[in-house]
Structures are given as C-alpha cells and as structure tokens.
C-alpha cells in the first residue's frame, strides 16, 4: 500500500510560512465520513487560526468539497480505494491538501458554472467554490491533489 500523500500525490510543494502543527489521516472512498473527517480538522484548526469563523465556513466547506470530489470523482466511489488529508496549520495560515487514487483531470477545464450552459447542471460548482473560499488553490501535475490555503486576512 503507498503511503499517505507519496511524492507523485503531493500538490502543497511550496509552504506556507508559520505552520506549527500537522494532521495527517487516511480515509476509505466513502461519502460517510466527510463530515465527521471536516468536523476533526476544524476542531484542531479552530484552536489555533486566529480567524475562528475562516475555520467554521471556508475551511469546512472547502474541505468537504475537496473530499466530495477525491471520493466520487477521484476514486470513483471506489471503496478499495483511500483518499489522504494532511492538514499543516498555525496561528496564521491552514494549508490543507487531499489526494486520491484516481487517475487525475485537467483542472484547467472545468467550466465555469456561472456560464448560462453549466448554470442548469447538478453538478461542477465544488472546484468553484473552493477558489472563492480558500486563498489559494494548487494542483499536482497528474490532477488528483489539491492544496488549499487559508491566510489570515
């Protein structure tokens, strides 16, 4: 089994300055645990992040949007399949990355769902509402990890 977020996996090459503390967990391809997973990472970022309601909506939200996506898009709902979280945080920045096993997507070439031919879709609005919530979103090369970065602002 490869362990958690290997080097092929890795999108959050660069560092934000001033993480203090890493969390670092595996978890199966099943939309089940997304909450209880987002509901961990808060409690542990909200206790340092200087800006508590950042952690309650961005950081939440953003997240389970990530998973959502690693779980049924990445792995495919694949139960035999793991997505991986490492969570490096401190008083003034959370950089949060999940990876999947899948075989990636060109995160270039998502439309935008605001255009009037996505806006009817039930689906696509995840990866938009990762950028308008977090500071900066990054990719790995293959597409199936995301790094998500919140600053105190």
């Given at each position: 089994?490869?362990?958690?977020?290997?080097?092929?996996?890795?999108?959050?090459?660069?560092?934000?300055?001033?993480?203090?503390?890493?969390?670092?967990?595996?978890?199966?391809?099943?939309?089940?645990?997304?909450?209880?997973?987002?509901?961990?990472?808060?409690?542990?970022?909200?206790?340092?992040?200087?800006?508590?309601?950042?952690?309650?909506?961005?950081?939440?939200?953003?997240?389970?949007?990530?998973?959502?996506?690693a779980?049924?898009?990445?792995?495919?709902?694949?139960?035999?399949?793991?997505?991986?979280?490492?969570?490096?945080?401190?008083?003034?920045?959370?950089?949060?990355?999940?990876?999947?096993?899948?075989?990636?997507?060109?995160?270039?070439?998502?439309?935008?769902?605001?255009?009037?031919?996505?806006?009817?879709?039930?689906?696509?609005?995840?990866?938009?509402?990762?950028?308008?919530?977090?500071?900066?979103?990054?990719?790995?090369?293959?597409?199936?990890?995301i790094c998500?970065?919140?600053?105190?602002?």
């Amino acid at each position: 089994m490869r362990t958690a977020l290997s080097a092929d996996l890795r999108a959050c090459e660069r560092v934000a300055e001033g993480l203090e503390a890493e969390l670092r967990l595996t978890l199966p391809s099943d939309v089940a645990v997304v909450e209880e997973v987002v509901e961990l990472v808060a409690r542990h970022c909200e206790a340092s992040f200087v800006d508590r309601r950042t952690i309650r909506f961005n950081l939440r939200v953003a997240l389970a949007e990530a998973l959502a996506n690693a779980i049924l898009y990445g792995n495919a709902g694949d139960d035999g399949k793991h997505v991986w979280v490492r969570v490096r945080f401190g008083h003034h920045a959370v950089e949060a990355e999940v990876a999947d096993e899948g075989s990636g997507f060109d995160y270039r070439r998502v439309p935008d769902p605001t255009l009037p031919f996505a806006r009817l879709r039930a689906r696509g609005r995840g990866l938009f509402l990762i950028r308008h919530l977090v500071d900066e979103v990054r990719f790995n090369d293959t597409g199936n990890a995301i790094c998500m970065t919140l600053r105190r602002g």
